[in-house]
């Protein structure tokens, strides 16, 4: 069965791999089985194959005494190599499966790996003892089950000891096994894992028949056909350094062993170039097998101690010393495996007397097929798979010049049950060129997936990593990265939505909590460091997503190139570099001795990365891409100087020229409260200013580019909606409602992103709120991308006409939601693209019905601006009063009073068919109570709740739960397309086209407390200002992240002086939904905080 001499090797006569152990142990008996290390020495002892098959035997029968007789599975935890070789051949003996662990896994995957593999006893050294123990206690509390049952801490790591103990054994006893070895060839006789394509390691089963071909004919036969001069035999020492916990380590161990040959293997791995090749002489090693790492290093190791030979002062060579070249020569050929190992290495390596081979496997197909040991130097990294294996695969096309492998299911390394698909083929990820055409020389170029094969051969499951990660709802992408290097790294992508209601200090802390949940869950080498690898990008950045919305990791790789390079430079090199900026102070320059001006300047420009040439003092530094997180650190680089910097001080002051101005009137020598009151009133009037300002354009544009519509001429076709804002919460409400209408024909949904992932984005928005996904399988929705601040909309020209001739009516429902960014951050990223989308619909004929959410913070300030009673009146539906004090003094709402003003003269002065939806405040929807935990009241009940303390209102809830708000809504939109509903909107005195909507069924804010308490929080009413007082105590409280916009003066006046009430008559005249809209009790109440607490946010 086993060949004493070089003859071809047949799989099938492989009758159980304990039969060649027993027939390698007496045949070769004298023979040096392996040399392996003693600790950290140099010294190497050996044991000798008829020692191996006496240590097995001894092993087989200690276990078999232990174990019972329905045991089908023992794994094993240990590092030393020659304990993994004597278990293995034991456990060949007992015809029991043996499942090496790596020792790299964390405790979550071990467990997960013992129970898919339903394994009975687990063996572990001394060294991992401890966590063997966590790890079968906690398999057996999710069993139900108690003790120790099933582990044994194996402490017989002194070899002469274990040696004389198994010859005494073997004279002495007279047990025989009752366990049997493998005869089946199908059954399973060893169990791999790989990281696979789910969260955690998957098991893989492997009959005597996969690793009888794998060794026998992918390995033996293929490099006895292709260079019979270099085939293994008896004589050849082997030098394994990868794990035997791997089934690459162990495969090439039983390769040795069929021949007859020896192994070398090192305890820790992996060794120094020095040792390798001091080893290698010592012991006269002929063959190794290796990862990339070792070699690398060893390249690195011959480039450094070779002689330098100058040529002249700016050109010399290198010469390796002969008795290096010697070494590397005496081994007929390296194999190197688990991950590419870069071409100019291997060439190098050629060129210095090593014969480099490249190889291709997985634990799922066994050795695809190694490189020709004996072609040129050139061709080191292609393979050109033997007959006999080739038979069994299938290039696939895949992309132009590349080819996917598919293993036939009819291939014997085909692990057992591992074929994915219909007819049991098993389709890999790997891809490949053929060069050159039609020669069977094949090269890997690389993988469908997105496993990092890291620097020492180790792979990453990144995208595990990344869904962990990605379960905290501020991060909308993020990629792991790490390929070909020393250790992971992750750049993350925050939802901008999300990122911008919370404190810089909250985002940064939640996105480090995430990333280092991921790294529970992943073995020791895929880690990532926090905080020196985490990178978290600014938030007008984005990821590079695929089709299938995941990123782009290879182009996201290019993109941020640089910063992934600083990321490794500062964590391995020891090296701070800032971010590149340029034309910035030295480093020797002391901060010190900067004045002000210069100070700010100096700082904001590393902050920003960006030349300080660049920097107009008089632009917003949100123009040069400012964002949340970057403005807390400039705050702090400002702080070290300048004192009682407030949380807001950028946004209220953005440019250097107003950071100026307002740090000198905080710096002065004057404690006056008159003065701070006094400036900050100028501020105000200052932004009321900018306000009109910024209106008064737009009505001048407005008034030029828009012509006077005389005849509508009403259609009376179907509705063709334009729906923006379709991903948030009351867009995907109305997008439902407009789908399941049958007077609507289509809605093209605006979506931020690339067009293959819109739909994706969609559908994602209704599953998070509970909305049938289904709806969106009918053929009335379409999503194109956005881009509104192009006056084109993004689109080409064909699309843009066919659009403004097919689209009936708009629905801008989508706005930026910042409570801390000035007005005129609005004017570009909200008010300039709906300007826009109203150019759009504009039509001398008919033009487009255009609808706006607006919001009624627009007249917060209406019973101060007209003196009104609250008690006696209620706020109207009608425009707002040409004057931005009647809007709350926040950029948002301040935006929302400009919008307004911009549809009223459009409406009254253009006769133009435009409305506006004044939104109050939404809560969960009436089914599941999913409420945006990123609002303000969400943020309040948890900030509450956590401190045992609410705020107490004197306030009416008017609150409306998100689906009727959407459906009140559509319902309006639906009338105003109506001929005579039309008309009779149109021939109203002063056009008022505004409908409140808000809960006309109203509540007291004592009422919702008593609701709280029903759902079992407990807690006190306190003054509003004591409990943000206490808020600022608490920088992990969820509310903590608002703490600004509750300090605004306006927040606490709101909900404590007056008892405000909105007319919605003009509303519920237009829809029934409204008055229909049930009360916001403790019954929704409940439904808010079990939904709030299956998403972890209570």
Known sequence: MI????EPYHYMDCISYAHIVELQASRHKERVFTRYQMGNSSEFKTLTYGQMGQLTEYLANKWDKILDDNVRCVAFLSDHPVHTMLATFAFFKLGIAFFPLSTRNSKTAIVHLLKETDTDYLIASQKYGAIAQECVNELSEQEGKKGNRGLEIWDDLNMDKLIATAITEAENTWYRRQHQPFIDPEKTALIFHSSGTTSLPKPI???????????MEAILNHIQQCAPSLALNSTDTMMILAPLFHIYGASWMLVT??????????HHLPPSPQDVLSITKKYNVTAMITVPMVLEQLADFLQTKQQQIYKNMDDYVYKTTEEEVTILK?????????????YNTGYFLHSKGLNVRNIIASTETGIISLSNPSDEATKWDYIKPSENVQTYFLFEPFDKNIYRLVIKSTSPSLASGI?????????????FSESPPGSDYWRLVGRVDDTLIMKNGEKTNATSMEQIISTERLVQACTVVGANKECTAVLIELDVDRALQYSPTQMISKVYDAVEQANTHAPRHSTIMVPQMVYILPLNQQLPITPKGTVRRNLALVQFKDEIQQLYDAFLHNTTKELAVTDTPSDSDSLASLDDSAFLIHITAQVLQRPQADIDVNVSLFDYGLDSLRAIQLRNRIATRFQSISSNFLFENPTLHSMKIALFLTSVNVDSHHVEVNTQQQQQEKRYSQTQSILQEYLKRAASDFPKIMDQNLSTKEITILLTGSTGALGAFLLRDMIESSKVKKIYCIVRGEQDILMKRIQASFEERGIDTSLLSKDKVEAIPMNLNDPKLGLGAEMYNKLKEEVTMIQCCGWLLDFHQPVDHFERECIRGLYNLLQFSYRETNPMCVHVVSSVSTMANYYDMTGADPSAEKIPECYPPENPRVALPMGYAQSKYIVEHIFAYLAKEKNLPYYIERLGQVCGDSQHGRWNTSEQYPLLFA????????PDFTVNVDWIPVDYAATSIFEIMLKTTEKEDRCQLDNEENKNHVYHIVNPNTTSWTDIMKAIKICGIEFSLVKPRTWT??????????????????ENPSWETMHTQCMTQWDT??????????AQAPVFDAQLLKKCFSAWQESGFL
Do not use: W
């Open 3 to 6: 060949q004493s001499k070089s």
């Open 205 to 215: 089963r492997l009959s005597t028949r996969y690793n009888a071909f794998l060794n």
């Open 257 to 266: 062993m069929l021949v007859g040959a020896s192994t070398l293997v090192f």
């Open 330 to 342: 005496q081994i007929k050929f390296c194999i190197t495996g688990g991950a590419p190992l870069p």
């Open 419 to 431: 074929g994915n698909r219909p007819n049991g083929d098993y389709e890999t990820n790997d891809l």
């Open 943 to 950: 900030g509450g709740s956590a401190m045992g303390i609410m």
């Open 1029 to 1046: 007082d206490e808020l600022k105590k608490h920088e992990e409280n969820p509310g903590y992240r608002l703490l600004p916009f509750f």
């Open 1065 to 1074: 008559s003009h509303a519920t005249q237009m829809t029934s939904s409204l």
